[in-house]
């Protein structure tokens, strides 16, 4: 189970958004998590064109090309430690009655 939420900063570390010709760090905020799927969408990550004819969306009535991020795979994410900037494991910690998300790399914690 991963702990990811919405609004966390992830890492693409396989799949197919890894593979592109440039090689860069694909980082991006989480935008949402389909836990039915394990998928999530990220901003700015797997932009997928989407080209719609006039008339058809009544959200776009004019058509065009629309860019959205399409979804990756939540194993294909790993959550980006604010502290250490290394994408990393996530561990669980009880504190009190609260769970608190950590580093496993750096032992920060991550909420
Ligand atoms: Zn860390």
Same mark, same amino acid.
């Given at each position: 189970?991963? @702990? ?39 901003? !700015? ?9 006039? !008339? ?7 058509? !065009? ?16 430690? @604010? ?20 580093? @496993? @790399? ?6």
């Amino acid at each position: 189970m991963q @702990k990811l939420k919405v609004g966390d900063l992830v890492e693409v570390t396989k799949g197919a958004e890894r593979s592109n010709k440039d090689k860069a760090t694909k980082r991006g905020k989480i935008l949402s998590i389909d836990r039915d799927a394990l998928r999530v969408r990220v901003e !700015g990550l797997r932009t997928v064109k989407r080209h719609i004819r006039k !008339g058809r969306d009544r959200a776009n009535p004019e058509g !065009g090309i629309l860019e959205r991020p399409g979804s990756i795979a939540l194993a294909d994410v790993r959550v980006v430690c @604010k502290k250490c900037d290394q994408s990393t494991r996530v561990g669980v910690r009880v504190n009190g009655d609260k769970k608190v998300r950590f580093c @496993k @790399k750096c032992d920060a914690n991550i909420d």
